[in-house]
């Protein structure tokens, strides 16, 4: 018979690191059901959330200020077998809020800090051991540390001698190798009483089988396995405590009690999976691509504009000190730059001039008012004379001259089409041919205005354009406006872009205000309704 090797520990933070899906409000019976259950499966450690003293008491989360209020959430519950641990974010708890260890629900206290507050961290901790806590130093975004920054750290840790150092992959970058690379440099190096853990996450897939590996190849050190109830976690999710539970049961001996992992699952974790989905998601691998916060992808994503392949390309430029730390600004700066790559092609603009000026220009939206003003339209083209440009689409029911595109994203979804009925191309310079080259190539950053909420409207990016051509007359269909309700916003479903409310009436607004602006230089007609035309 197997005997589970004492020397190796499972740790479950879903109370920690799972409230980063639902801001840590689990309420006071799941919380309960949550500790009771690990308890009766026997895991050896359980995190029981965050001690942050920027927030207040709240008798349903796992986030509290100190750690008399994180012994009021966890006062009533049966005591377990299991060592109990809570977390804090090194910088966001006085260490005035915490009584001595004898006085409280825990056992120790974890630290997280990013490798430039490695210093402060380890002083912080040392003042968090001699109130009575076993120490758990977290080294965060591990694979921002160089070999000499750990080299660093680990003669800091073994002056103090906390009862762990933890690899914490924290956007799930590592592969095998690597992960190898940094147990062995702590396996080495550490005092042989300093147990090594490992906290991973899953945007490659590999939260689980990392774990698997690292324990594989465990010596004669302690080692602590981080999981959480079906991967509830940050970002792509953390590895499946009931898989790890499952593994080690079956390979080492072990004899958690799984049916206790699957009731919880069953009865208090599915139903907060329904409502807030977390686990392995494009977004979260393109950012564990680029070794990147996943926060630059949820930006240059929101844009609406950029192809993947363009989102990709931006993301290789991020400076290497930058990747880890999400910088709002920056991120702009780098979209601004993508955009306006390309100097405009004087050549492109005098053939324009040819082919606008003096002539009346039908600029056509994909409103639903094309489809049900659809014979005011008819009749206006039927008249002849004009140029007929849609925006950022084909609609099948007219006949177009020229094609505006501003937006990789519905180039892409009209790119066939574009080869089967030949309409020119003016294409701005964010937006790259697929395989023929665009007729006109037009500056991006000349063309979009910089104010909140329109910067990148492809009708006001046209009329920017128009204004230098002088055309007779400039006429808009299917530029509706944003309208809450029943009805439509696009004559196309597959080009609906959710949106909140107050950011649409916002949109209506400022485009409202630009077209205003733009017919003290255009004379300006709309063809169909529209909640833009203020005349």
Known sequence: MMV???????????????????????????????????????????????????????????????????????????????????????????????QPCEETVLDGIRVIFKKQNMEGAVKYAEKIKEKGYRIFLNMVSITSYSDQDMLDFITMVNKIKPYAVSIVDTYGLMHREELFHYYDLLDYNLLPDINIGYHSHNNFQLAYSNTIELIKKKGNRDMIVD????????????????????????????????????????????????????????????????????????????????????????????????????????????????????????????????????KNVLLIGPGHSILTERNKIEKFIGDGGQVVVSINFLPNIYNIDYIFISNSKRYNSVFSEIRCRHPKVIATSNVTPILDSFDFVLNYEKLVLHEDGVEDNALLMILNMLSETSPLKVFLAGFDGFSEGLTPNYYDDSMYMSADLERQQHSNAIVSKKIREFRKVLDIEFVTNSLYDTK
């Open 4 to 98: 589970m090797d004492d020397n190796l520990k499972l740790l479950d933070c879903t109370l920690r690191d799972g409230g980063y899906i639902n801001d840590w409000k689990f309420g006071n019976s799941t919380i309960a059901a949550v500790y009771d259950r690990l308890g009766q499966a026997g895991v050896d450690i359980i995190e029981i959330g965050f001690i942050d003293d920027r927030r207040q008491f709240d008798i349903d989360r796992t986030i509290q200020p100190n750690t008399e209020c994180l012994s009021k959430v966890f006062g009533s519950v049966r005591e377990n077998n299991s060592m109990i641990v809570a977390m804090i974010d090194y910088g966001t708890c006085d260490i005035s809020n915490l």
């Open 227 to 358: 999981g959480t109830v079906y991967g509830m976690g940050k970002s792509a999710g953390n590895a499946p405590l009931e898989l790890l539970a499952m593994y080690l049961n079956e390979n080492q001996g072990a004899e958690y009690d799984i049916n206790e992992i699957l009731e919880l699952i069953d009865t208090n974790i599915l139903s907060i999976y329904r409502e807030k989905y977390w686990g392995y998601s494009f977004q979260y691998y393109v950012s564990a691509l680029n070794d990147c916060h996943p926060s630059y992808v949820s930006y240059l994503s929101s844009k609406k504009t950029l192809s993947m392949k363009s989102v990709n390309e931006i993301l290789s430029w991020i400076e290497p000190d930058k990747k880890l730390m999400y910088d709002g600004k920056y991120a702009e700066q780098l979209y601004l730059k993508y955009q306006s790559r390309f100097d405009i092609d004087s050549t492109c603009r005098h053939d324009l001039n040819g082919a606008f000026s003096g």
